[in-house]
């Protein structure tokens, strides 16, 4: 299974709850009454859209069809590892 990452934005709603939308997968819409709830049915959302995409042949969003493409190229990181060290292991 390949992973998408879909950028979202999360806006708290006048009336509460709030709704998530995304500039890279248009037609993304999904609204929760947590942000959790609302990030939870906005991956439902996006899985479905970007499946829909998929079965009917349509091209990706420009956004989305980019990051596929950056992703499949290997990527060298230095992450720091806190680590509890004594004297005795310097």
Known sequence: MEEILVD??????????????????????AQGRTVAETMEIAQDVARKLIESYLEHGDPLPPKLAEGLRRKRRRTALKIPVGVAMDATTR
Request: glycine share 14%.
């Open 8 to 29: 979202i934005q999360i806006e708290p709603l006048d009336e509460g709850g709030y709704l998530a939308t995304s500039n890279s997968l248009p037609g993304l819409i």
